[in-house]
């Protein structure tokens, strides 16, 4: 079943570049300058009908196929032309095919704000290309009064996080380019509607103590038609320091320990006749986990990015 424990991480792994010189995400090796603004709308639709308990592939027997809808609305701000703000809120809706006999209704709501501020420390060009490296520090906690023990149809996790990530990218001169990511997720709590749980012992709280994480991701990416279409072919791989495994014939819940290992394809086109103006789509599976759900997602959205603020004419008076 599903914890969705990186569910911060994939909403801005997920790239959605805004246009083809200037648009970024906190995982990425692009910088706005200052003064500059991308907003992104977005739909992302996932499921699975298997997911691993502990590290034993099963079947949903009871609840079938797994739904996740989810609608993203996302600003990226150039503060400076080296530091970037992000700021986001997803809305999710999930479902089973088999409610089984309206037991299992699914949830829906606004999940987690996430905010967060990109720094590039280097970015030199040399003979054959242009080395980058730079540093992400990000938020998130919940907007709304969602269960996070109702798993796996809850929005999230319901508990605070900071994740702080470092990111290095060589880009050719041909366009193509190798970027990778490496990231810790710290967590704090998450309270349950009951007062007893068990993890690896028994604990009688409602409060659950959420497992950190460390994420690594690798891209290998192309700019091609004068950086008018941007590829990328991704792997990324999120790993939990702690935790617990979910127990034969039990739900999942937030302690658990989960592994995931995920593939993903991502496009996105400037549109050369609409200035500003950017479409993206991807596809992303997870290939291997341990108490984590065999879920695919594919997802499509606008970008537009504009100057937020109007550059002064040098002859105008005061």
Not at 34 to 39: K, L, M, R
Not at 188 to 213: C, F, H, I, K, Q
Not at 222 to 238: C, I, T
Not at 293 to 313: C, E, H, S
Request: charged share 15%.
């Amino acid at each position: 079943m599903h914890k969705l424990k990186y569910l911060f991480c994939t909403l801005f792994v997920v790239p959605i570049m805004c246009t083809h010189l200037s648009a970024q995400t906190p995982s990425d090796a692009i910088m706005m300058n200052a003064e500059q603004a991308c907003i992104l709308l977005e739909y992302n639709y996932g499921s699975f009908d298997q997911y691993w308990e502990g590290s034993y592939l099963r079947e949903n027997q009871t609840i079938a196929t797994v739904r996740r809808n989810t609608v993203m609305s996302m600003m990226a701000v150039g503060i400076l032309d080296k530091l970037n703000f992000f700021i986001g809120v997803p809305y999710i809706k999930t479902e089973s095919s088999d409610p089984n006999g309206g037991k299992f209704a699914g949830a829906s709501g606004f999940q987690d704000l996430s905010l967060a501020l990109k720094y590039q420390i280097i970015n030199k060009e040399k003979e054959k290309g242009t080395f980058s490296a730079l540093a992400t520090v990000g938020f998130s906690t919940p907007v709304s009064n969602y269960l996070p023990d109702y798993m796996p149809y809850s929005l999230g996790l319901g508990a605070p996080e900071l994740s702080y990530r470092a990111i290095a990218q060589y880009q050719w001169k041909n366009g193509l380019y190798l970027r990778g990511a490496g990231a810790f997720l710290w967590r704090g709590y998450a309270r349950a509607e009951r007062e007893y749980y068990y993890n690896n012992g028994s604990y009688y709280t409602s409060l659950m103590d959420v497992p950190n994480a460390v994420t690594f991701e690798g891209v290998l990416g192309l700019w091609a038609f004068k950086n008018a279409l941007q590829l990328e072919f991704s792997y990324m791989s999120s790993n939990s320091t702690s935790g617990d495994d979910i127990r034969s014939y039990n739900a999942p819940q937030p302690t658990n320990n989960i592994d995931s290992d995920r593939l993903g394809l991502f496009a996105h086109f400037y549109v050369p006749s609409v200035k500003g103006l950017g479409i993206v789509a991807y596809h992303n599976r997870v290939v291997n986990g341990r108490n984590a759900a065999k879920i695919n997602t594919t997802g499509v959205g606008l970008t537009y990015y504009f100057n937020y603020r109007k550059k002064q004419d040098k002859n105008e008076t005061y």
